[in-house]
């Protein structure tokens, strides 16, 4: 890649045309593919996650991620799992240039999470609109502010992340190296070994010259990025910990709290509060107006300040978490950890397939959606938010929370529930059972899907993110491929292939028999008495009190086999 001077120097002195500006809704399986690019484009994915191929490049790309592609690349879109959603720049050179000699810059490609997605995202909707209504000069010129007010943030974003020139000494090799490495796993002696420098000498110099030692100024480097984007985007504090080299959102929000004294949630709305909300002076005001809007995956929706009927389609424990009883709920799951407290509530349908006309029987003042898809159907009825059930759990309760204007102390909840999984590890740990593989699977005799994600249900989030284990090592590089790989489809002929030590089955009335099928039968975990079943509505849910009950029930199982022997494999 270029550097920023590059790029900035040829849109300051180069003609460009705009071609087309396009919003693509991608599926999965059926990519977005441009066998090669008749002229360089900016992509922007607005949601979801991908893979992208551009050239020989392969690339894993989250929701707000920035490409720029050059004329004749290679590019293709693969969504993972579920739709993506990207706004796709084609732009040209003026009439003077030629097919030959084209600029290094118009070339290049390059891609990054920008600082400020949010910002992006209104531009690139500015854009689409503006284009589609470019008839007259006046237009077009509206429609090129706009995109080129967006490669200037881009152009901040390159900018701002200059690196300081090497000096020839250790310290400034050291500080090269970090400022290109912060967010991997950084130990001082390979800070050492990049400066050709022992670990004792380095750590002395780096210190009398910045004031700390060189972990320190990596863990600051961090906590500033990691302060930018609790400010500025709506990432969720997985999404930041994972961008920071941090194993997840609990190891993140424990060196946050260390180092600034309060909990990232809580610096969020902190933060929030002072940019945006009204101060106390008009405070007043703001209790009599009618609604106030909050920002979700699929942009601000206005809601009533405090919504008293509320449905909730699949969230519902959350929900419920907030102290509000729905006064209608997607269809219960027999088994559900929130069983008891939701019977009696009128159910409206599958979350996915709703009846639309029973949730406008019940006159709700705001609903609460897991999916896009969802939300389109049945926005019309009352204002509906739409909050990614696959998710951070803390994010996702935050969320929520904010949707229905409640005081819930998101923070302690969330702590509450990091200390049981910590004391199930610790079980799990003394048992002599971390270390042994766990396959969850679905299905019967024509085909088991092998959950490969641990965002993806069925107990995944509680069993490899929370309680930390692990699935043999096939399907375990797809859940550590951003932990959102797809499922497979396993003919039960070929499960000995990617069972591991112990299998988790959600059990459902009526599901089949596996017993019947000799294959089944030879796998060791159900020979030896280490398949577990639990309730597939208790798996289903992915809410903070169905994590708990998972987290509870998972170990409980697990150390009833070790209690048995079970666990001592191979002994």
């Known amino acids: 890649m270029l550097d ?3 790029h900035r120097l040829f849109w300051e002195n180069t003609f460009i045309c705009i071609r087309s500006v396009r919003l693509h809704y991608v599926q999965p399986l059926q990519p977005l593919l441009y066998d090669r690019l008749p002229s360089s484009v900016f992509l922007f994915l607005c949601q979801g996650r991908a893979g992208i191929e551009l050239g020989d490049d392969r690339l894993a790309a989250e929701r707000f991620f920035a490409l720029h592609a050059g004329a004749g690349a290679r590019l293709a879109l693969y969504p993972e799992r579920r739709e993506c959603k990207c706004y796709v720049v084609e732009y040209g050179l003026g009439p003077e240039a030629s097919g030959k000699g084209l600029p290094d810059a118009y070339l290049d490609s390059y891609g990054f999470i920008p600082e400020l997605p949010l910002a992006i995202t ?40 200059a690196l300081p020139e090497p000096g020839g000494d250790s310290v400034s090799e050291a500080l090269q190296y970090i400022h290109l490495h912060y967010e991997d796993e950084i130990s001082l002696e390979q800070l050492a070994d990049q400066a050709d420098s022992s670990p004792r000498h380095l ?3 780096f210190k009398e010259r910045m004031g700390v030692s060189p972990i320190d100024y990596v863990i600051h480097l961090r906590m500033k990025k990691a302060k930018r984007l609790l400010a500025s985007t709506d990432a969720s504090l997985q999404e930041i910990a994972e961008s920071l080299g941090y194993s997840d959102s609990y190891a993140f929000a424990k060196m946050f709290k260390k180092q600034t004294g309060m909990p990232p949630i809580g610096y969020r709305d902190l933060h929030r509060r002072r940019d945006g909300a009204p101060t106390s002076s008009s405070q007043d005001v703001h209790m009599l107006a009618a609604s106030r809007s909050v920002q979700t995956s699929t942009g601000s929706v206005k809601v009533p300040l405090r919504p008293e009927r509320v449905v909730v389609l699949y969230l519902i424990g959350d929900v419920l978490t907030c102290g509000v009883v729905p006064v209608g709920i997607s269809d219960l799951y027999q088994g559900a950890s929130f069983e008891a407290e939701a019977a009696g509530i009128p159910q409206v349908g599958p979350w996915y397939a709703p009846d639309l006309e029973a949730i406008a029987a019940l006159k709700p003042d705001l609903i609460v959606v897991p999916s896009e898809k969802t939300w389109q159907q049945i926005r019309h009825i009352a204002p509906t938010v739409c909050i990614d ?16 204007g409640r005081s819930l102390d998101v923070w302690s909840r969330t702590e509450h529930l990091l200390r049981l999984a910590e004391r199930c590890k610790d079980q799990l740990r003394q048992a002599g059972l971390q ?3 766990v396959t ?13 994600s641990k965002w993806a249900g069925r107990g995944s989030q ?78 289903y849910y992915p809410d903070t ?10 170990t409980e199982r697990l150390l009833n086999c070790a209690d048995r022997g079970i666990g001592r494999i191979g002994q």
């Open 4 to 6: 920023s001077k590059a």
């Open 122 to 161: 209104e531009l690139m909707d500015k854009l689409l609109q503006s284009d589609r209504s470019a008839d007259t000069l006046m237009q077009q010129a509206i429609a090129k502010g706009h995109f080129y007010r967006f490669v200037e943030l881009l152009l901040d974003q390159l900018e701002s992340s």
């Open 203 to 205: 750590g002395r110099q």
């Open 389 to 404: 059930a696959f998710h951070d759990s803390a994010e996702q309760l935050a969320t929520v929370n904010a949707s229905l």
């Open 435 to 437: 270390d042994r593989t």
């Open 440 to 452: 969850i699977v679905e299905g019967g005799l024509k085909g088991m899907s092998v959950v490969c």
């Open 462 to 539: 509680a069993l490899y993110h929370f309680l930390g284990m692990k699935a043999p090592a096939f399907i375990q590089s797809r859940i550590d491929y951003s932990g959102k790989g797809n499922n497979l489809i396993v003919p039960l002929e070929n499960l000995a292939s990617v069972a591991g030590d112990f299998l988790i089955r959600s059990s459902y009335p009526g599901m089949d028999d596996l017993s019947v099928h000799e294959v089944w039968r030879s796998l060791p975990a159900v020979n030896d008495g280490r398949l577990i079943e639990l309730d597939f509505g208790l798996l």
């Open 545 to 554: 009190l169905s994590m708990e009950q998972q987290i509870v029930r998972i």
